[in-house]
């Protein structure tokens, strides 16, 4: 998803030798809280709600604008987007063509997006997270850590014990994920059903402790639940940067299933 699909093309413009009084009459006729400062066809600056508040009403517009403005590619992703307006702590954006000014976005327009992106039942991310940063990390050759972590026989859970119960499992393992990877600064999402994927730049030694404490047996009323886990490392992989996010899943997916054959764990009662 790339942020051209959620700026907003209706742009609302000032001169900079406007008064900041009928900058605060045009924000106010226009529903806005933004207002992209223009002289002669150049983009100037940007003058915004909080400018105007804090600036008298008898100052011009260029004394109170941010001439600095952030400006942004219509083809980065909303993830790229927010990450940038979180560093930044901006909470608009514009996006420009080369010095072609074609839209304007905003922090809330990108968090409305992404909340798309969660997943209802555990506040997660879901899929498309994981794959940007995945893709990123790729992109900006940095060693990583995946890890596919599958739990184990979650279908006979379903069938033994009911699926609000199952959502009871996803729910408290999802818990200790976010937990373990909030403690090391690792990005996490559930990737499907009761499948999810961490991504880390932790020590081998912490991901090793991690993967011990995912895979521990652990028991939800009276029902041992375990998970099996497929590590694939990005400091010791041949070609790792050769290889696609999706081949890298793959491969941990498949590893994740080689341990489910392993360890034969069974979610029966005890």
Request: hydrophobic share 40%.
């Amino acid at each position: 998803m790339n942020i051209s699909e959620i700026m907003t093309t209706s742009i609302n413009t000032i001169t900079s030798g406007k008064s900041v009084s009928y900058a605060a009459e045009q924000m106010n006729e226009s529903n806005t809280r933004w207002l992209v400062v223009i002289d002669h066809g150049v983009v100037m600056g940007v003058v915004t709600s909080r400018d105007v508040l804090s600036a008298h009403p008898n100052r011009i517009v260029a004394d109170a604008m941010s001439d600095h403005p952030s400006c942004l590619s219509a083809d980065l992703t909303v993830w790229e987007a927010h990450s940038y307006l979180q560093e930044k702590n901006r909470d608009v954006a514009l996006i420009m063509n080369g010095e072609q000014l074609i839209g304007l976005l905003t922090k809330e327009a990108v968090r409305m997006k992404i909340a798309e992106y969660v997943d209802p039942l555990t506040g997660l991310y879901e899929a498309p997270y994981i794959q940007y940063i995945g893709e990123q990390f790729l992109k900006e050759s940095i060693p990583f850590h995946l890890l596919f972590i599958d739990l184990n026989d979650f279908g006979q859970i379903n069938k033994l014990h009911g699926h609000p119960f199952g959502d009871d499992v996803i729910r408290r393992y999802s818990s200790v994920l976010a937990s373990l990877a909030s403690e090391q600064g690792d990005h996490l999402c559930r990737y499907a059903g009761d499948e999810f994927v961490m991504i880390s730049t932790a020590e081998e030694e912490q991901i090793q402790r991690g993967i011990s404490l995912l895979t521990q047996p652990t028991h939800i009323r009276n029902v041992k639940i375990s998970a099996a886990v497929g590590h694939v490392n990005g400091y010791e992989e041949p070609d790792f940067f050769s290889h696609s996010l999706r081949d890298l899943m793959e491969k941990a997916s498949l590893e994740s299933s080689a341990a489910k054959l392993h360890n034969d764990y069974s979610s029966l009662p005890t």
